[in-house]
């Protein structure tokens, strides 16, 4: 079988004879900051003009507003990570598809905490949140590849040289510091970016397009829970005319009427709760403005912004007041074909590229697209009609389905 992540037979009896401890390297910088203390992320909101107060735009901020703080972002992060990381996989190269490859058996397992699914939805989620994703390669003394590890992308820097080329990365916590250098060629660490045209060395990520719409979505909440907190609408005004038609009170009469509609008639226990008044006062109610009526459809308008950033139909949110497609399986279809695929295809093959770095010869490692449900109907259609073209030869047929040319004797 393809020898792949193995160096030779001697330097493989060697690891066999002589246990060793693998771990990450950032691993003691990590536990050392835990038992440090509670890590905490702090934001810090700037002014944008005509008085609005926009989110930093800083990664730990966008990821405290946008995935933290909003259901909406939250679920597509998720939605997005956790449908890639369910996508079956299969390693091939040019010759043959392979049952078993070390390969595989490194992704199923890659460290003692995580599997398959875990490690590859942590590095989907750093993608999508922060627009960069960080996969870092434990090897033993002969090289061979024995652990994958996902480093969070708010910790991490490129380390540039004189050509603009990495030539390290360094990984941060607290005040400590682990260097990864990148020395002939083979780099420890797997840079998985989104495109950026205005960066050279980090992705954007889709919070960065949305943060308007995700401000403007957590403001309308606030706004909401104000409300709420208020009796669950803007109730009316206490109106006092005293004895002599005199419109003021005294400060005693005003600390004890707020006192009584703070501790009696405020919040939403005390929603519906009669008031009673003495002489004077009288009660005013008051309705919903106009733009308190249009928050709701300001708030829907900015749901869909950031499920649009994230190439998420609506509909998959329950977003009202989107119809594009005609029912929840055509949205769904179009959700993999143009969100989910692109992307984990993009970065499973720099995972492969990046793991075939370590020894001679290369494979492929992509998603297996007749195992996944939403795509059955689409992959079906393209199978009948490949297989009833008459004027291919089975070669061509088994590479218009992405197949490996056909061994002899099999």
Not at 168 to 196: E, M, N, W
Request: with cysteine; hydrophobic share 40%.
């Amino acid at each position: 079988m393809f020898d792949f992540l193995r160096k030779s037979p001697d330097a493989q009896a060697v690891a066999a004879a002589v246990p060793e401890a693998k771990a990450s390297a950032v691993g003691p910088l990590t536990a050392g900051r835990i038992a440090g203390g509670r890590m905490t992320i702090t934001g810090v909101a700037s002014s944008g003009v005509a008085g609005a107060a926009w989110t930093a735009r800083d990664g730990v901020s966008q990821v405290r507003a946008g995935f933290l703080g909003n259901p909406i972002g939250f679920r597509a992060v998720r939605l997005i990570s956790e449908a890639a990381a369910a996508l079956p996989l299969i390693v091939q190269d040019c010759e043959r598809r392979y049952e078993t490859h070390p390969l595989l058996e490194l992704i199923t397992r890659p460290n003692p905490a995580q599997g398959k699914a875990e490690m590859f939805e942590a590095l989907y989620v750093q993608l999508l949140v922060a627009g960069n994703a960080y996969l870092e390669a434990v090897t033993d003394d002969a090289g061979t590849v024995r652990e994958l590890h996902v480093l969070r992308s708010d910790r991490m820097r490129v380390v540039p040289g004189a050509d603009g080329w990495p030539v390290a990365y360094d990984y941060t916590v607290g005040s400590r510091k682990h260097r990864f250098h990148v020395q002939q060629g083979l780099t420890p660490i797997c840079h998985i970016r989104s495109f950026h045209p205005q960066d050279d060395h980090y992705g954007l990520s889709p919070f960065d397009a949305a943060r308007r719409a995700v401000d403007v979505h957590n403001a309308a909440s606030n706004w909401s829970k104000a409300l709420l907190d208020n009796a669950a609408r803007p109730s009316g005004a206490i109106v006092y005319r005293g004895p002599d038609g005199q419109g003021t009170m005294t400060h005693e009469q005003f600390e004890r009427l707020q006192a009584e509609m703070e501790a009696h008639h405020q919040g939403a226990r005390n929603a519906g709760r009669p008031m009673l008044l003495e002489g004077g006062l009288d009660w005013k109610p008051m309705g919903f403005s106009p733009s308190d009526m249009e928050f709701q459809k300001t708030k829907e308008a900015a749901a869909r912004e950031i499920a649009i950033a994230f190439g998420i139909p609506p509909m998959l949110l329950g977003i009202p007041g989107d119809a594009t497609y005609a029912n929840y399986q055509e949205a769904n279809r179009a959700f993999y074909r143009l969100t989910v695929l692109p992307m984990a295809l993009r970065v499973t093959a720099s995972v492969a590229h990046w793991l075939s770095s370590f020894v001679p010869g290369e494979v492929q490692l992509k998603p297996d697209l007749d195992q996944v449900p939403a795509l059955a109907v689409e992959r079906e259609q393209q199978w009948r009609r490949v297989g009833e073209a008459s004027f291919l030869s089975d070669a061509e047929k088994r590479a218009l389905l992405g197949l490996p040319p056909r061994v002899e004797g099999s």
